[in-house]
Nanobody, 126 residues
Framework: QLQLVESGGGLVQPGGSLRLSCAAS????????MGWFRQAPGKEREGISC???????NYADSVKGRFTISRDNAKNTVYLQMNSLKPEDTAVYYC????????????????????WGQGTQVTVSS
């Protein structure tokens, strides 16, 4: 059974860092682009980062320069390193599998992602 499990969320002060992990099982991660999304209370889910099967990365402007997406295919895991966190980063963070090797030109889109994790909560507050 295909499964994506996010971990690493928690409470952090503004300016702090967290590293989120997305552990994949039931499929070989190598062949898929992977994305990170977030959803704040009362807000729409938004795409914030994507990494292609060949490790080309893209970021939403809101996180560019602060977040880094990476993948370790040997561990079948995707990561999101989150630095310089802001209160507006507070959200549930989800990883998702793209239906192809490439990422969308529009980072915000949820189109053509077929499997999603259940999310991990990130709260940025003093």
């Amino acid at each position: 059974q295909l499964q994506l499990v996010e971990s690493g969320g928690g409470l952090v002060q503004p300016g702090g860092s967290l590293r989120l992990s997305c552990a994949a099982s039931g499929f070989t991660l190598d062949y898929y682009a992977m994305g990170w999304f977030r959803q704040a209370p009362g807000k729409e889910r938004e795409g914030i980062s994507c990494i292609t099967a060949w490790s080309i990365t893209n970021y939403a402007d809101s996180v560019k320069g602060r977040f880094t997406i990476s993948r370790d295919n040997a561990k079948n895991t995707v990561y999101l390193q989150m630095n310089s966190l802001k209160p507006e980063d507070t959200a549930v963070y989800y990883c998702a599998r793209r239906t192809m090797t490439g990422c969308p030109r529009n980072i915000a889109t949820m189109a053509e992602y077929d499997y999603w994790g259940q999310g991990t909560q990130v709260t940025v507050s003093s």
